[in-house]
């Protein structure tokens, strides 16, 4: 009922629509999606779309990055604007502000803001204001070299096991990393410890990676020998270093592509697409490393994308205001610049 809705809604707006569609989304969305990807992807396609509807199928921040790179012909909707993301709420703006305001007005040193685009669009702001860009899991290793050339140290917020991983491909020493105390708003940490740090790092965490264990892994050696192990960067730094690879969900994609019929590959990251991966490669033995749904992804349903389709140009788009839109555009355009 709701599929035949949307394909012809579909039908209806032809090329003045397109339904985009984050990798962590159910098959029965990703179905109808005209665009799939991970959010670097999406947000490179954005203003290349012809399309004045832009329906974002994902969570809200993903809409809201969308609506700051948008054409000013263009508007951006989401079929359930409740769909948010826990870590992104982790690091609000203005304890983001506190935070680096403090740090730079007692020690006097260049502090780069470098945020991961699972983030409020005033996050952004706080980065595009401050010299600073975003990342995505699939760009953090290059954004974040860019970074550390542009001043003195880095504040990479709100995830901090990308932060580490990340660090760790970089060669940077852990003596020169600091996980901040952002307790107190934001006013317990020492700031003068930070002095000698090149990486100040927040404590946030993706809840759907933080779950997976090093005794899976373990478990999964034992009963899969010579099986492979992929798992996301927001995994714990443990998991990532016995993994046999780590990175993006286009990277994970490509791995499971690549990899031989008859191979055994054990993914951790968000089920929707373990499970896709294992529909769509069927000569090749897929198993999630475990189960792990994001409840705010499955927000997005078959009905609520086509009661939107139905009620398109009386809905409400998503849309920042100019003072948080020009310097949040400013550091997602760093970002796309720099990865060019």
């Known amino acids: 009922m709701y599929s035949d809705i949307i394909t012809e809604q579909k039908k209806k707006y032809g090329k003045k629509l397109a339904i985009l569609g984050h990798h962590y989304q159910s098959d029965e969305i990703i179905r109808h999606t005209d665009l799939k990807g991970d959010s670097l992807e999406l947000a490179r396609q954005i203003e290349k779309l012809e399309a004045q509807y832009i329906v974002f199928c994902g969570v809200h921040f993903m809409a809201e990055s969308a609506a700051i790179v948008r054409r000013d012909d263009q508007k951006v909707y989401i079929p359930d604007a409740s769909a948010g993301c826990v870590m992104a709420n982790m690091a609000p703006a203005w304890l983001v502000d506190n935070v680096l305001t403090r740090i730079l007005e007692e020690t006097g040193r260049k502090i780069i803001p470098l945020a991961y685009v699972n983030t409020p669009a005033a996050v952004k702001t706080v980065c595009g204001k401050h010299g600073g860009s975003v990342c995505t899991s699939a760009n953090a290793e290059k954004m974040l070299s860019w970074a550390l050339e542009q001043g003195d140290a880095v504040l990479f917020l709100p995830d901090r096991n990308l932060a580490l991983n990340t660090a760790d491909k970089l060669g940077i020493p852990a003596e020169k990393r600091m996980i901040l105390d952002i307790r107190g708003k934001g006013l317990q940490f ?29 478990q999964f050696r034992a009963d899969y020998p010579g099986c492979r192990i992929v798992v996301h960067p927001e995994c714990p730094p443990e998991l990532v270093r016995a993994a046999d690879g780590s990175g993006s969900t286009s990277y994970l994609i490509k791995y499971v592509d690549e990899a031989p019929a008859g191979t055994t590959i054990v993914i951790g990251t968000e089920t929707n697409l373990v499970n896709r991966l294992k529909n769509i ?13 994001c409840s705010n992804m499955a927000k997005i349903t078959e009905e609520n994308l086509a009661n939107l389709l139905v009620n398109l140009e009386a809905t409400p788009y998503e849309d920042v205001s ?3 839109r020009k310097p949040a555009k400013i550091a997602l355009e760093r970002m796309l610049e720099v990865c060019s």
Do not use: M
């Open 190 to 218: 020492d700031v003068q410890a930070t002095k000698d740090k090149q990486l100040l790092i927040w404590p946030g965490l993706c809840a759907i990676h933080q779950r997976f264990k090093l005794a899976q892994i373990e």
């Open 281 to 293: 490669y069927p000569a090749k033995n897929i198993i999630p490393l475990g189960i792990s749904v």
């Open 322 to 324: 100019d003072a948080i």
